[in-house]
């Protein structure tokens, strides 16, 4: 198993920026991919971002190009999500996802975290 805990979420104004980091642990080896998803209550799940762990590989939504940024350090199981620009459409409930394979912002993934909450006022 592994076991996904997200940090960094919070409340704030339109145009500024917010870091999620989220450590992963356990059975770490089991998953090439890592990514974000949102959801809004009461709507479906839109993939954010996803990187892949062993090489370069990084992948967004059309909706945060260009604004995102995922990144991870290895050395302590973690990975980012670098949030510029954030407007209200960007408001929802963030979580932390690994998976095997493939690795594409529609992944299915296999694990996730409990999520952060990110709210953007304008």
């Known amino acids: 198993q592994v076991q996904l805990v997200e940090s960094g979420g919070g409340s704030v104004q339109a145009g500024t920026s917010l870091r999620l980091s989220c450590a992963a642990s356990g059975a770490t080896y089991m998953n090439n991919c890592m990514g974000w998803f949102r959801q809004v209550s009461g709507e479906g799940r839109e993939g954010v971002a996803a990187?892949?762990?062993?090489?370069?590989?990084?992948y967004y939504a059309d909706s945060v190009k260009g604004r995102f940024t995922i990144s991870q350090d290895n050395a302590k199981n973690t990975v980012y999500l670098q949030m510029n620009s954030l407007t209200p459409e960007d408001t929802a409930m963030y979580y932390c996802a690994a998976e095997r394979w493939p690795c594409t912002v529609a992944t299915n993934w296999g694990f996730r975290g409990q999520g952060t909450q990110v709210t953007v006022s304008s």
């Open positions: 990187i892949w762990l062993r090489g370069t590989g990084t």
